[in-house]
Nanobody, 116 residues
Framework: VQVVESGGGSVQPGGSLKLSCAAS????????MSWYRQAPGKEREFVAALWGATGRTNSADSVKGRFTISRESGKNTVHLQMSNLKVEDTAVYYC??????????WGKGTPVTVSS
């Protein structure tokens, strides 16, 4: 299983970015794919998740209404559309696939910087 994030970059407050997580080595019909983030000097925190079998999603309160997780039809790719970005959204964003055996497969992360 391989998980690769892309789409990070620098943006001004109020701007938007779309992150992508491309996974290979499995069929995303079970388990979950999630986004986490880790800001400098802070612990990694949950951002959003999508379950493969049902398409159900969940997101952290801090990003509700601003971030949307979605799945690209027919592909093992999950996106995180981020809008109205705030300075406090600055972090390295990680994608993780958790399979039915609760094994975690992490990507190496993509950095997002929000500053004026």
């Amino acid at each position: 299983v391989q998980v690769v994030e892309s789409g990070g970059g620098s943006v001004q407050p109020g701007g938007s970015l779309k992150l992508s997580c491309a996974a290979s080595g499995f069929t995303f019909s079970s388990g979950s794919m999630s986004w986490y983030r880790q800001a400098p000097g802070k612990e990694r925190e949950f951002v959003a998740a999508l379950w493969g079998a049902t398409g159900r999603t969940n997101s952290a309160d801090s990003v509700k209404g601003r971030f949307t997780i979605s799945r690209e039809s027919g592909k093992n790719t999950v996106h995180l559309q981020m809008s109205n970005l705030k300075v406090e959204d600055t972090a390295v964003y990680y994608c993780v696939y958790v399979d039915l055996g609760d094994r975690e497969h992490w990507g190496k992360g993509t950095p997002v910087t929000v500053s004026s």
